[in-house]
């Protein structure tokens, strides 16, 4: 009974009516849910806010989630409205269920349509081109020369300001080299907090990503390439570290935990790495931006070559001995 008086007061509203009925539902609820998903949904959004990186992609996320508020809104509203006021009976017959009429040629909800779709894209578009630009290449893809550098890069490790970390992917695992450090090999990542860190991603088979989630970054670790990203003032604590490659059967288990320490802890840890593998440092290849297993039996391209800048306060490792061209070398060490 009560269905049926709505249904003929719906009768009586034009399309008008309906649509102001539908924009005044929306209103109120765009108004009230854009706030929460700023202020409220926002904070806790990935990849969290551990380095400046992730802080930028938190904002993005949360700029992304705020525009699509208001069109996912007006979807389900329209949806909700038309299934309470429009909705057939159910006892209609089945031979008498049809379609609505066909709504063709209305001139304003087709510029309204294309305007705001464009505005909303093309406004994304420009956003979204602008923080790849500035949010310090993390992701960008940009490989061996990066559209943004922060102060203090420089196209060669040797003189880079920067911590450089190489990060070099297998089947499967991570190895992390510390050119500035004697290029001396571990198999965690430990970084210092509060500064600029450069990651040099390449891989020594098959395509790789160095995906460090807590940081955000995440870089592609392509066999015969440097893929260059950065991280600025990582926060002490875990990095979650995964591959986001399909790479082979145990792609799953190239998930990994880091750690930001603080700049002391961080001093000692490398001192104690580079004891530690003191013995082992002259069996490594000279470093190099990317190994290349298959050119001369070596490991790295030796026109990649740039000579390790030591800086540890540990004299530097003994001279590499002259590589042998007659048989593969063994891999290198990352334990
Ligand atoms: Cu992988």
């Given at each position: 009974m009560a269905d049926t008086k709505a249904s003929e007061e719906s009768k009586e509203l034009t399309d008008r009516d309906h649509l102001r009925r539908i924009g005044l539902i929306w209103l109120v609820l765009t108004l009230v849910c854009v706030p929460l998903v700023i202020f409220v949904l926002g904070p806790h959004l990935p990849p969290g806010t551990d380095s400046e990186q992730a802080r930028n992609q938190q904002e993005d996320n949360t700029v992304l989630a705020a525009v699509a508020t208001p069109v996912l809104l007006f979807i389900w509203v329209y949806i909700g409205y038309a299934v309470k006021n429009w909705r057939i009976p159910a006892d209609?017959?089945?031979?008498?269920?049809?379609?609505?009429?066909?709504?063709?040629?209305?001139?304003?909800?087709?510029?309204?349509?294309?305007?705001?779709?464009?505005?909303?894209?093309?406004?994304?578009?420009?956003?979204?081109?602008?923080?790849?630009?500035?949010?310090?290449?993390?992701?960008?893809?940009?490989?061996?020369?990066?559209?943004?550098?922060?102060?203090?890069?420089?196209?060669?490790?040797?003189?880079?300001?920067?911590?450089?970390?190489?990060?070099?992917?297998?089947?499967?695992?991570?190895?992390?080299?510390?050119?500035?450090?004697?290029?001396?090999?571990?198999?965690?990542?430990?970084?210092?907090?509060?500064?600029?860190?450069?990651?040099?991603?390449?891989?020594?088979?098959?395509?790789?990503?160095?995906?460090?989630?807590?940081?955000?970054?995440?870089?592609?670790?392509?066999?015969?390439?440097?893929?260059?990203?950065?991280?600025?003032?990582?926060?002490?604590?875990?990095?979650?570290?995964?591959?986001?490659?399909?790479?082979?059967?145990?792609?799953?288990?190239?998930?990994?935990?880091?750690?930001?320490?603080?700049?002391?802890?961080?001093?000692?840890?490398?001192?104690?790495?580079?004891?530690?593998?003191?013995?082992?440092?002259?069996?490594?290849?000279?470093?190099?931006?990317?190994?290349i297993p298959q050119t001369d039996g070596g490991y790295y391209d030796p026109s990649q070559v740039t000579p390790p800048a030591v800086d540890s306060g540990l004299p530097p490792p003994p001279p590499a001995p002259a590589p042998s061209s007659a048989a593969p070398s063994p891999a290198p060490s990352s334990s």
């Open positions: 209609t017959p089945v031979e008498e269920l049809q379609d609505g009429p066909p709504i063709r040629g209305h001139r304003g909800f087709q510029t309204a349509w294309i305007v705001i779709t464009s505005v909303t894209v093309f406004a994304l578009f420009v956003f979204g081109t602008q923080e790849l630009w500035t949010d310090y290449g993390s992701g960008t893809g940009s490989g061996s020369s990066p559209v943004w550098t922060p102060a203090g890069y420089s196209t060669n490790a040797k003189d880079s300001k920067l911590l450089v970390v190489q990060v070099i992917g297998q089947q499967w695992r991570w190895t992390y080299r510390f050119p500035q450090y004697g290029g001396v090999e571990t198999d965690t990542l430990v970084i210092p907090a509060g500064k600029t860190v450069q990651f040099d991603v390449t891989s020594l088979d098959v395509i790789h990503s160095f995906w460090a989630i807590n940081l955000g970054v995440k870089a592609d670790a392509n066999p015969g390439n440097n893929n260059i990203a950065f991280v600025e003032d990582p926060s002490v604590g875990p990095v979650d570290i995964r591959c986001a490659e399909l790479c082979g059967t145990y792609h799953g288990a190239m998930a990994q935990t880091g750690q930001v320490e603080k700049q002391a802890d961080f001093d000692a840890w490398i001192a104690g790495q580079i004891v530690l593998h003191y013995d082992l440092l002259p069996q490594l290849p000279a470093y190099a931006d990317f190994y």
